[in-house]
């Protein structure tokens, strides 16, 4: 089956590190994205990381795996409140196609 | 390089209606994905086209069908309308089928 878990909802005050977690079902999966939505706008894609990986760092954003517990985090270091936004991970099945399964999105709320 | 665009930003349409919505890759790449988006939800997969061939197709009824012109662009088309299609239409291109690049989205309204 496919179920991506994600927290509601995460608050932090600007300069704090922020950690959001995501658990995924396919241990097929080959990547695992972050994308980030900002109100009534499309998906932002932040970053992704290969299932052979346990962690990517990309200037403020540092992606952890853990395929073992089929966890995935991401953490902004440094928030700032243009970082509020919606973040969701998203698994690409291997169907032949390359589906992503969406988990229903974390809501970052960073206040000044 | 224009990211991926999507027509028309907003649409509002009546139970039983037809909608068709389009969409356009970023250049040069050949694949385009559809996903709806209902409020307070993730993106759930439509449709997957790459070289104007249906790749895949998501857990969503006939009512739902799209298809790929030879210039990459794609519509998605919508009969028979309920107001459980009132959502964020969202779509994606790839170069092949791989990384995902989302446009803005076709938000529709059903009454």
């Known amino acids: 089956g496919e179920d991506v878990e994600q927290s509601l909802f995460l608050s932090v005050r600007e300069g704090d590190s922020s950690v959001i977690n995501c658990t995924y079902t396919?241990?097929?999966?080959?990547?695992l994205y972050w994308y980030k939505q900002e109100p009534g706008a499309g998906l932002q894609l932040l970053t992704y990381?290969?299932?052979?990986?346990d962690m990517k760092q990309d200037q403020r954003l540092t992606v952890l795996l853990n395929k073992k517990d089929k966890h995935l985090s991401l953490r902004i270091a440094d928030t700032q409140t243009g970082d509020s936004a919606i973040y969701f991970c998203?698994?690409?099945?291997?169907?032949?196609?390359?589906?992503?399964?969406f988990g229903t999105g974390t809501r970052l709320l960073v206040s000044p | 390089d224009a990211g991926v665009t999507q027509s028309p930003t907003h649409l509002i349409k009546t139970r039983g209606q037809q909608v068709t919505l389009r969409c356009s890759p970023i250049?040069?790449?050949?694949?385009v994905s559809w996903y709806q988006q209902v409020l307070g939800q993730g993106p759930q997969f439509i449709f997957q086209?790459?070289?104007?061939?249906?790749?895949g197709r998501g857990n969503f009824p006939d009512r739902f069908s799209a298809r790929q012109f030879p210039n990459y662009s794609s519509e998605l088309n919508v009969n028979a309308l309920l107001l459980g299609d009132s959502a964020l239409y969202l779509c994606?291109?790839?170069?092949?089928?791989?990384?995902?690049?989302f446009g803005p989205g076709t938000r529709l309204t059903v009454l």
């Open positions: 994606a291109s790839s170069l092949r089928t791989d990384t995902q690049y």
């Open positions: 396919d241990s097929s999966s080959t990547y």
């Open positions: 990381i290969f299932s052979n990986m």
């Open positions: 998203a698994e690409r099945e291997n169907t032949g196609f390359q589906k992503l399964v």
């Open positions: 250049s040069g790449h050949k694949s």
């Open positions: 086209y790459y070289e104007k061939e249906e790749r």
